[in-house]
């Protein structure tokens, strides 16, 4: 349903994602995880049309027939908020502190064409369906009197209002306390259509998600199904992030991959995780493809677990 | 909302009253006596003192403040020493074309300002963009008497287009009314108008940035119509912060404009009183000035609670 291919992100000289292809079939939930910087939120932010001034893409996305970049605006807005949504990380700030609840999640349906009074009923139905408890007292509020996981079941009523085809969310529980974070991913499973979750929480992916992205660096560095790839990550990347999210016992150091994420353009060429790899060698100045080597092997299994690495685990 | 109206209102009411007391003290301890500054300096001290009692002011401070303070509630500004003759329906009349004049002024300066600064604010990377900003730096830079000279030299001497100077009441002829305003409303607009550009352009700059415009967007609004529903009231709240901070210069800047533009409104009158030394008609016009900075300001705390839900809830 969604396909991507070679999506690159740029501002200016510096290219901040490079090359990203995935698919979303319909249903389908998948999990886009990796530290911060390495490009998940521009690829999200890419896919719907609203790169920061200055920041490009390129590259084709097409959902259900329909390109998604290298559009006009004009025709992108048209699919905001009706085939393609997004809920935001933080939810503090995403609502307009001077306009009731119930009114901008009614706006993101008149928007698309749907009557006034019809999108106020459905907007206190909307926020019934996230779980908020008296839904009309909650669409006569401002955002000022609800919490922080009150206000992202607000945000995803208002991106589930036009039952889009597509549901993309930037790390939507981060800022929230952990028992809220639960009862929102539940909410997420639920409710979602096809989603592309983003988080650098394994945790969260684990609970969720069928299918998984690793980028490292603004490249997609290991892709597949959820179990294969935690039960079995072959980039030396992959393994570091499980590595260190793992519980250690008492007494014994905590995992970390070394040295720190590079501030984009820092990267090394070739592969971009090989001066913080142990695994590295001269073979690594040269940038590995995402390959599937069961595709290529004398018996194809095609599960779709693909990795870029020289030296993978074995 | 009522609570926070009423709370307003209180202080109000208390700074006009503190402003009263020291308007009157400021005004008491300025050297010079009315009895002595009307009789001259021939005076015999039976005469002078005759005229004080007349006056009131050989009565204790308290007293005469009280006396005059509680007239100002019902409109009365006492009798002239110089020229007999009541303050209070001078007062009326003069600021009537007074807040006509920095009314226009303020239309002046937001037609020129939300337009210019919201322009310059969403083109801000373009030549454009940076032309109005420097331009309204320019402007900054020009004191509105000044303006105003210029003003009257392009189209009054030059051009021949508009009357140089001079106030036709409104009830006399309409349109002579507003060609007699037309030029003090530019000077004292212009500039104002340039320094809010400035405000504006870095007020919608910062509602540019905030989330819930990228919210708007993501709902399949447009970049104008993300701005023009969610970021023009967010971005009018610390606009209206310099606007009545601006009206208020705008106030004090009629003084002189109505001296450039021989205008009768206050200014006129508060210079004339302070030439001919008339206190009790100085001290007037000093509260009303006075009293009318602090309204102004219980507007704009207004203005807040209306704007912003936030506000209205408060303790």
Known sequence: MLTVEGLSVRADDLELVREVSFGIGPGERVGLIGESGSGKSLTALALMGLLPDGVTASGTARLGGRDLVGVPERRLKDLRGRTVSMVFQEPMTALNPLMRVGAQVAEVMTLHGVAAGRARERAAELLGRVRLPDPERIARSY???????????????????????????DEPTTALDVTVQKQMLELIAEVAPALLFITHDLAVVASLCERVLVMYGGRVVESGPLREVFKHPRHRYTEGLLAASRLAPRGTRLATIPGAVPAAGRFPGGCVFRDRCAHATETCATAPALTDPDLTGPEPRGDGHAFACWHPRR | MIVYLLKRLAVLLA???AAGVAVFAFMAVLPGDPAEIALGVNATPEAVAELRARFGTDRPPVTQFLDWFGGLAHGDFGTSYVTSSPIGPQIADRLGVTVVLVLGGMVVALLVAVPAGTFAAVHHRDPLGAAISAASQVGIAIPAFLAGILLVFVFAVKAQALPSGGYVPIADDPAEWLRSL????????????????????????????EDYLRTARAKGRGRMGALWRHGLRNASIPVVTVLGLQLATLLIGAVVVERVFVIPGLGDLLLNGVAGRDLLLVQGVVMVLVAAVLLINFVVDVCYAVLDPRLRGAR
């Open chain 2, 15 to 17: 700074s006009v009253a």
């Open chain 2, 182 to 209: 037309l030029l003090p409303w530019l000077s004292l607009g212009l500039v104002q108008g340039a320094v809010l550009t400035r405000y504006v352009r870095s007020a919608v700059l910062d509602v540019m940035r």
């Open chain 1, 143 to 169: 955002p000022h009197q609800l919490s922080g996981g009150q206000r992202q079941r607000v945000m995803l009523a208002i991106a589930l209002a036009n039952e889009p085809d597509l549901l993309i969310c």
